[in-house]
């Protein structure tokens, strides 16, 4: 399986939590290039947070 570069900026926060919520970044490699994928991921991160993506960059 192909592996990909990844940087990720995204917020997260507790469902139902009022704002945005906390803003990170994330950079790595990952075996999947889809953002659906990179959501799962994010989510198995954040355990019980809503997760929003901002921005991803995908490098070779």
């Known amino acids: 399986m192909s592996t990909y570069y990844v940087s990720i900026k995204y917020y997260y926060k507790k ?15 990952v075996q999947g290039n889809t953002e659906s994928f990179l959501l799962d991921f994010l989510k198995k991160k954040h355990k019980g947070y809503e997760i929003v993506i901002r921005e991803i960059k995908w490098k070779e």
């Open 15 to 29: 469902p139902g939590a009022p704002g945005n919520g906390t803003s990170n970044g994330w950079s790595g490699n």
